[in-house]
């Protein structure tokens, strides 16, 4: 089995750029996942300047859902996979569970056991290669509460799938200004 190293942080705090950096000097074969989707102008803008900062050797898929899998059946192939963003991934996954509901009927606790179970098989499909396997998800309860109950609830979902990921990790590191801090 490979090992798990997650990366959290907030908004541009240069977790992606440190999760990167760790990829590269894994040498060989690098797969990254890229999980946004690119609704908007601003997110295709968003979308490549993370392409354009990764080396073109570096094989990309590009997707949120399944991933386990994925892993499982690619893996063998890499040194390393670079997921990029487990934040986003999640919002993925809660759009489409929730899509054409109205707020007052979605079963918020069914979507949540969705997105964790989506979690366990990541991990099920990691334990399955000898890949080093780097998450990179966003630290979201550090800031104010969010206004709506749409946002309130996300924050939760992403703050327990980070606990989640956190707990099955070989190393945990939280990104402040650029600076990565080993915190497990």
Not at 54 to 77: A, C, D, H, M, S
Request: proline share 2%.
């Amino acid at each position: 089995m490979g090992k798990i190293m997650l990366i959290t942080g907030g908004a541009r705090s240069g977790k992606s750029q440190y999760a990167e950096q760790h990829a590269k000097k894994l040498g060989g074969n690098i797969l990254y996942i890229a999980t946004a989707m690119a609704y908007d102008d601003e997110m295709k803008m968003r979308i490549r300047k993370h392409q354009n900062s990764r080396p073109q050797k570096w094989e990309t898929y590009e997707g949120y859902k399944g991933l386990g899998n994925v892993i499982r059946e690619k893996g063998k192939f890499f040194n390393g996979i670079l997921l990029d963003c487990v934040t986003i991934m999640t919002s993925n996954l809660m759009l489409e569970f929730c899509h054409n509901h109205p707020l007052e009927e979605i079963d918020f606790e069914a979507v949540e056991n969705k997105i964790l179970t989506e979690m366990h098989q990541l991990i099920n499909g990691i334990q399955d290669v000898e890949a080093t396997v780097i998450l990179v998800t966003n630290e979201l309860g550090s800031s104010i509460v969010p206004e709506s109950k749409l946002g309130r609830v996300f924050r939760d979902i992403a703050g327990r799938v980070n606990q989640y990921l956190a707990s099955c990790a070989d190393e945990v590191y939280l990104t402040v200004c650029g600076m990565p801090m080993k915190i497990k």
